[in-house]
């Protein structure tokens, strides 16, 4: 599959090479599968496969961009001279360059072939195994909504005028679950999921196991009176938090003047607890791969360290406004899109502590297992107001369910009020965190 893709790039650049333009080639082949069951039965069963080229032109600083999912010779030089004709009427920018040079790539096992090889009714078993061990793990699970497998494999090659060629290729999978358990008049959801890069790894047991306590451990729940208190948060939930910090050490929102730490590098932004990693070379992580969307090698990047921020997140068009280099997160979602800064595998590194130690240190505080509204969160001002579900903490243990409760505050505070982490790391997609405790947090309730 290479090769296919190396050949129609180079027709890309040797035609820019022609008309005496720059020329980028992001070429992507792309294959899924999706299965969902519901009562036992195959309720969805989805294969999907696709090719594609974007094609960036620089022509004097302007850009032209064009996607196509046609290889052909001919639709490859339609393409080519569409993106020229549209960088006649684009804006012209000194810092729209391409990455320059024949980088030297690491070399990482990112591709498991027991995904490929292992058969498609093995897989539908893990995900009926999920279901089943939900049902049996409590009589209180009612509602199977779904349970599923997937799995996703690509391979990517860039190449520019400047001598860039890259190329590589990746696979994971997953397994997830969606359920309801009901007691009395009460009926709450639980969820669980898990990617890992082999599918030795997938535990179908733990997924299933995972949603059914979610659910249960939620039944029953009430208000609580408004206070101010220590709070811990589980794994996900701090993983929640974690996107609004992408959003503030974006490069991009930070030349927009659209990050509360927009002067903050060198500064203390965060607990000396807290350090915070992008690490696209982490070989466990999701986003683990050898290059950027634009060819940049892969780099593992400490945002902040023992509280202090170190650096921004770049891709090539940021780094050139800012006269640094880039840190390789110029990210694409596919072959239909230009590079945007985005993170790999967004780490906050775990502590020394385990959450049953957390949580016995404190006499009275909450444990939040589930938040709300995190989109309307703020991260020019940090300001935040979610809705929030938990569990109260007396005297050092979980007690009652709690919902119907507001956490509010700003994450300047919320930063460097982290006063212990967990050992619990956990991967929720590409971003990883373990449990948490605050010093204090602002609760809304009764």
């Known amino acids: 599959m290479e090769i296919i893709l190396k050949k129609a790039g180079e027709q890309v650049l040797d035609i820019a090479r022609q008309k005496g333009v720059e020329a980028e080639a992001f070429l992507l082949h792309a294959r ?175 997924v299933g196991q995972e949603a059914a306590r979610r659910a249960v451990r939620s039944l029953n729940a009430r208000s609580i009176n408004s206070a101010q208190m220590p709070c811990i948060m589980e794994p996900y939930v701090v993983t929640r938090f974690l996107g609004l910090f992408a959003q503030v050490v974006d490069a991009g929102a930070v030349q927009k003047g659209k990050s509360l730490w927009e002067k903050q590098i060198g500064q203390q932004v965060a607990s000396t607890q807290v350090s915070l990693v992008d690490d696209s070379t982490y070989a466990e992580g999701i986003a683990a791969f050898p290059f950027d969307g634009e060819g940049i090698p892969a780099q593992r990047n400490t945002v902040i360290k023992d509280g202090v921020l170190q650096t921004f997140l770049y891709d090539s068009y940021t780094a050139g406004k800012a006269g640094v280099k880039s840190t390789g997160n110029g990210q694409r979602g596919s072959f239909r899109s230009l590079p945007y800064v985005g993170t790999s595998n967004f780490i906050l590194q775990p502590g020394n502590k385990s959450p049953d130690q957390l949580i016995r240190e404190v006499q009275k505080g909450f444990y939040v297992t589930e938040l709300m509204g995190m989109h309307t969160a703020n991260p020019i001002s940090g300001d935040f107001s979610l809705g929030a579900s938990g569990l109260m903490i007396e005297n050092g243990q979980l007690t009652y369910p709690v919902r119907g409760v507001t956490i509010a505050g700003n994450m300047v505070k919320f930063s460097k009020d982290i006063e212990a982490l967990g050992n619990d790391l956990c991967f929720f997609g590409s971003r990883a965190a373990a449990t948490i405790r605050l010093n204090s947090m602002s609760i809304a309730g009764e």
């Open 32 to 206: 899924e599968l999706g299965i969902e069951i519901i009562d036992g039965r195959m309720d969805t069963l989805k294969e999907a496969e696709e090719i594609g080229i974007g094609i960036r032109i620089i022509n004097d600083g302007r850009v032209g961009f064009v996607y196509s999912s046609d290889l052909s010779g001919p639709a490859i030089a339609e393409a080519v001279n569409h993106a020229l004709s549209i960088s006649r009427y684009t804006v012209a920018d000194e810092h729209n360059k391409l990455p320059q040079g024949n980088y030297a790539y690491p070399a990482m096992a990112l591709f498991d072939d027991n995904i490929v090889s292992t058969s498609l009714e093995a897989k539908i078993e893990m995900a009926r195994q999920i279901e089943r061990v939900a049902r049996a793990s409590d009589p209180r699970v009612r509602i199977i909504e779904r349970a599923g497998y997937d799995d996703q494999e690509f391979t990517a090659v860039i190449m520019n005028t400047h001598g860039l060629y890259a190329a590589g290729r990746a696979n994971s999978c997953g397994l997830y679950i969606f359920l309801v358990a009901e007691e009395e008049n009460d009926a709450q959801n639980g969820f669980s999921f898990m990617s890992k890069k082999r599918i030795q790894e997938l535990q179908p047991d733990a």
